[in-house]
């Protein structure tokens, strides 16, 4: 975060395209959770990935936990057909889903775990009158946030980052340029005046490449047909600076340029770093690692805290404990921007949201295979995708809980 006097910041949000390695790796372990909850919705699922590509061999390697247990087969299928959807059919992209070599290390659900998830704490002491009583995956605290500068109650700088990682796919994916590669990065950084938006300062885009394209073309047509069709013309002005392919090339890349793995792009799925993360990854977990649905329920919560008019901003923690199922604390932080008294809106939130792991699995109806999709391009402010957690369908009762008069 740069400020550049009292009133001023730059704020900027990174996004990476579907091509990137670490995001391969999202895909993969998100595609094999889908697979084990079509198998079963009551499976556990904590998967990861790794990919590295190296002078003749390309390798994927699969490992962790799941129940139920899917056959070597399936998985290497799964393998490559995310690699093939991704585009990384030819090496010389930096793998192949034809040339990749699979391996698969995935065992069980530890017995351990399972113990204290299967039945919360609360039910085994005999606190919990009703069936819901699994207890959290894990400890661990997450974040949910939302703001009204977007149509998708999101940060400017994450949605405008993300818009132009898509459009680099699409452009790709559609031929319209065809010396485009799968792997591929965005940046962009927006001024704030009075902690509003008023014009983006910066945009980044790095983008792979065929050898024989030309500097020079290469960013004239990033610029004329990525950059402008995504940052609104209101929102650039002469000063506006863009960075294509600053190094100057870009031709090797996807697991060949850089080693992926999943889970490292935390703040690419969340608010792009311009709110707080708990740490926890998402991709590969199913719905009782609180680490996602937590991160899900915040997000839900935050969103129909603004939608509700009752605050312009704000950010959710809730935080948990391995086998217990009631959060061991909720914060929310408006940042002054509350049109009611905060504490009011806290009261609200307890007696509209049901906040264990179970409760929150049903509100949202989380053990479907829909997760695959939000393994690129951000879990949060997807209007392409029909996502539980994204409804502001309980603004209206917390509106009237807090007492709010419109």
């Known amino acids: 975060m740069g400020q550049i006097a009292d009133d001023r910041q730059l704020l900027s949000s990174e996004s990476v395209t579907e091509g990137h390695p670490d995001k391969v790796c999202d895909q993969i372990s998100d595609a094999v959770l889908d697979a ?20 003749g061999r390309h390798w994927v ?23 093939r959807g991704i585009g990384y059919t030819d090496v010389a992209f930096g793998t192949s889903a034809d040339e990749v070599e699979v391996a698969v290390l995935l065992s069980g659900q530890s017995a351990d775990i399972a113990l204290g998830v299967d039945q919360a704490l609360e039910a085994r002491q005999g606190e919990l009158a009703d069936d819901l009583d699994t207890g959290a995956g894990d400890q661990g605290m997450m974040f949910g946030f939302a703001c009204d500068e977007t149509e998708e109650l999101l940060p400017l700088p994450i949605v405008l980052a993300h818009r132009l990682t898509r459009r680099l796919s699409e452009q790709r994916q559609a031929g319209a340029l065809e010396w485009l590669r799968p792997d591929g990065k965005s940046q962009v950084t927006v001024e704030y005046v009075d902690g509003r938006p008023v014009r983006v300062a910066a945009v980044v885009v790095s983008t792979q490449h065929d050898p024989d394209i030309e500097e020079k073309e290469l960013r004239d047509a990033v610029i004329e047909t990525v950059v402008h069709p995504v940052v609104p013309e209101a929102l650039r002005d002469a000063d506006t600076r863009y960075f294509v392919n600053p190094t100057g090339r ?14 490292r792009k935390i703040i690419v799925d969340t608010y792009g770093g311009l709110a707080r993360h708990g740490g926890g990854a998402f991709s590969g977990k199913d719905p009782t ?5 937590g991160a899900y329920a915040a997000r839900w919560v935050a969103k129909n805290v603004v939608a509700a008019g009752l605050a312009s901003r704000c950010e959710l923690q809730l935080a948990y404990a391995i086998g217990v199922a009631r ?29 264990r ?28 995708l029909d996502l539980p957690w994204e409804r502001t369908d309980r603004a209206s009762a917390l509106a009237e809980l807090s007492g709010l008069r419109r």
């Open 250 to 263: 870009f031709v090797v890349g996807g697991p060949f340029g850089d080693a992926g793995l999943t889970g």
């Open 357 to 384: 792991p179970a409760a929150i699995i049903a509100g949202l109806d989380l053990r479907r295979p829909i997760y695959r999709p939000t393994a690129a391009y951000g879990h949060f402010g997807r209007v392409d």
């Open 36 to 55: 084990c909850l079509t198998r079963s919705p009551m499976a556990r699922v904590a998967c990861e990935t790794a990919v590295k590509s190296d002078e």
């Open 289 to 293: 690692k609180v680490d996602r649905s």
């Open 327 to 355: 959060p061991v604390s909720i914060a929310l932080e408006t940042f002054g921007t509350a049109t009611v008294d905060p504490a009011r809106i806290v009261a609200a939130v307890r007696e509209v949201f049901d906040l």
């Open 61 to 83: 390697a699969v490992f962790g936990e799941t129940t139920p247990r899917l056959a070597v087969a399936e998985i290497d299928k799964i393998v490559r057909d995310t690699l």
